[in-house]
């Protein structure tokens, strides 16, 4: 017979408990996303090379049919053309890694000084077309996810479809039409009249921004010329957001109604109107956080077209202006530095959004 020894087990020495990966993530988040940039920049800025040379040597597609074959020949060895490509790429980054982005064939300056005068134009406008997009895609949004599956709801929906289809340049002239020629209450191009310009000029510390420039003139009248020459361009670039804004936030807000902790406030009485505006609104923001790095370069790229179209002088301009030149240096400097932009701002808003919601980090 087998007999059952009653005495009670000695409990078992506890070991360390295991640390769960919570708030302390955050700082392994950012060093491998801050890690992960270095190898993304340097695949950008080595397409972007690459890309070029398949036109060949710069100066020839610039200045080939206007110079004989010495005086050619003579440009492209004082420039290094003629150095094997592996030597010139390995050369290119290099400079790049130093700020150094080379000199323009047809203005001959330096690169990064036209990026540091017309890339605070192209700040301005992208800056201003963002707001555009949060103050018209955000509460659209929320509107129509509070008039779901009705009228309204599949009105905001064709129109962010059209926000976001409808060309850059094609909204752009229709503005300048409507609001330039037929009502004329905006004007039709630049970033300021020549008599605004004229008193930002004359500061003694003037930042290039013309917003800030404008204020501190402090005359009224050059800050309201400045605002309404960035009314048209802002709203041509920010439409194409705003629809992308609309339909996310009208997804998520949706999506947020139907969770338990909003099933639960509709049962003590809550209004679905006071739903939507206290309960589903702010988890609704997280994922447009989210995207903005995306929609950063997407701004970017229309900003070529919409600065094109409003004769406002930034990089988007200048990169078009380049293209005609054949002044592939310039354009090899512009393209280099907005893919770089978008590389921040993709790591900026990663960081941003890990903070405000700590599923991002897993």
């Known amino acids: 017979m087998t007999t059952v020894s009653m005495r009670p087990t000695a409990p078992r020495a506890a070991g360390p408990k295991k640390r769960t990966s919570s708030g302390g993530g955050i700082g392994r988040y950012v060093l491998i996303r801050f890690l992960l940039i270095i190898p993304t920049m340097f695949i950008l800025v080595s397409m972007v090379f690459w890309l070029m040379r398949l036109t060949g040597d710069p100066i020839t597609a610039a200045l080939g049919g206007r110079l004989g074959p010495d005086q050619l020949a003579e440009r492209i060895h004082a420039a290094g053309y003629d150095r094997p490509i592996l030597v010139q790429y390995v050369e290119y980054l290099g400079q790049i890694f130093t700020g150094n982005f080379g000199t323009t064939i047809s203005t001959n300056r330096p690169v990064s000084e036209v990026l540091m005068t017309y890339g605070l134009a192209t700040f301005e406008l992208v800056f201003y077309s963002l707001l555009v997009a949060f103050i018209i895609g955000i509460p659209l949004g929320m509107v129509a996810a509070y008039f ?3 009228p309204t709801d599949a009105f905001l929906r064709v129109f962010a479809i ?22 004329q209450v905006l004007p039709v191009a630049g970033r300021a009249s020549t008599g605004a310009e004229l008193q930002m000029q004359l500061l003694p510390n003037k930042t290039g921004l013309y917003t800030i420039d404008a204020l501190m003139t402090g005359n009224p009248q050059v800050l309201g010329d400045v605002l309404s020459h960035a009314v048209l361009p802002s709203l041509a670039l920010g439409l194409l957001t705003a629809g992308v804004f609309l339909r996310l936030v009208r997804t998520n807000v949706i999506g947020t109604l139907g969770t338990d902790y909003v099933d639960a406030a509709r049962s003590r009485g809550v209004s679905e109107f006071r739903l939507v505006r206290k309960h589903a609104y702010r988890p609704a923001l997280i994922p447009i956080i989210t995207v903005i790095g995306l929609q950063i370069a997407l701004l970017l790229g229309g900003a070529v077209l ?9 990089l988007g301009f200048m990169l078009s202006e380049f293209l005609k030149a054949r002044d592939f240096v310039a354009v090899q400097g512009i393209v280099a530095l907005l893919a770089v932009i978008v590389a921040l701002s993709n790591f900026i808003v990663d960081i941003i959004a890990a903070l405000i919601d700590p599923r991002v980090r897993y």
């Open 148 to 150: 779901r599956d009705k």
């Open 162 to 183: 059209l926000c976001y289809a409808t060309p850059v340049f094609f909204s752009g002239l229709l503005f300048k039409l409507v609001f330039a020629v037929w009502l």
């Open 306 to 314: 919409t600065e094109t179209t409003f004769e406002w002088k930034g």
